[in-house]
T-cell receptor
Framework: QKEVEQNSGPLSVPEGAIASLNCTYS??????FFWYRQYSGKSPELIMS????GDKEDGRFTAQLNKASQYVSLLIRDSQPSDSATYLC???????????FGAGTTVTVRA | DTGVSQNPRHKITKRGQNVTFRCDPI?????LYWYRQTLGQGPEFLTY????????KSRLLSDRFSAERPKGSFSTLEIQRTEQGDSAMYLC???????????FGQGTRLTVV
């Protein structure tokens, strides 16, 4: 079992809709979680980090963390065509700095 | 530009040749990481440095792979006797002391023919 699992894509949403991305992790020792956006052929770009239970909002992005359920999610509100990319979920253990990544979910926003 | 810089951006090499990649981290970032990413997969951890010390190596890092970070500044990743299975994007990232937020460079895409 992979340490970080993401819901299978691809995910297609109309412009202006909410895109919902999910991620689960297997190691309860994981404490830090990140969402990266990766455009085709480019490197991952950090868009959100979350460390405690609850919601964290940054512009049109909201990350949610539930450590009891070992679940992380990312909501993209008012989706734009420029949001079309692969979104990678990553986690790190409390005493570690390396990241374990999911395989990514590809999002396509239809104009 | 003060981001993570990687060179070269692309490398095509013949099987059996040696290749070396360079990474310049964000200045003042003391941790430097190497990851490898293949098509359709997330990045996989290879190794990381804290200053000049190599603290951890993944079992993915066979003895054909070696990484260095002399003086705690830039890092190099060398692959000896390349194989077709080494074809991938090699990503470097760095983070500031005490912070797990890692920022990636543009990557080096390796193609072994």
């Amino acid at each position: 079992q992979k340490e970080v699992e993401q819901n299978s894509g691809p995910l297609s949403v109309p412009e202006g809709a909410i895109a919902s991305l999910n991620c689960t992790y297997s190691d309860r020792g994981s404490q830090s979680f990140f969402w990266y956006r990766q455009y085709s052929g480019k490197s991952p770009e950090l868009i959100m980090s979350i460390y405690s239970n609850g919601d964290k909002e940054d512009g049109r992005f909201t990350a949610q963390l539930n450590k009891a359920s070992q679940y992380v999610s990312l909501l993209i509100r008012d989706s734009q065509p420029s949001d079309s990319a692969t979104y990678l979920c990553a986690g790190a253990l409390s005493n570690d700095y390396k990241l374990s990544f999911g395989a990514g979910t590809t999002v396509t926003v239809r104009a | 530009d003060t981001g993570v810089s990687q060179n070269p951006r692309h490398k095509i090499t013949k099987r059996g040749q040696n290749v070396t990649f360079r990474c310049d981290p964000i200045s003042e970032h003391n941790r430097l990481y190497w990851y490898r990413q293949t098509l359709g997969q997330g990045p996989e951890f290879l190794t990381y440095f804290q200053n000049e010390a190599q603290l951890e190596k993944s079992r993915l890092l066979s003895d054909r792979f070696s990484a260095e970070r002399p003086k705690g500044s830039f890092s190099t990743l060398e692959i000896q006797r390349t194989e077709q299975g080494d074809s991938a994007m090699y990503l470097c990232a760095s983070s500031y002391r005490g912070n797990t937020e890692a920022f990636f460079g543009q990557g080096t895409r390796l193609t072994v023919v």
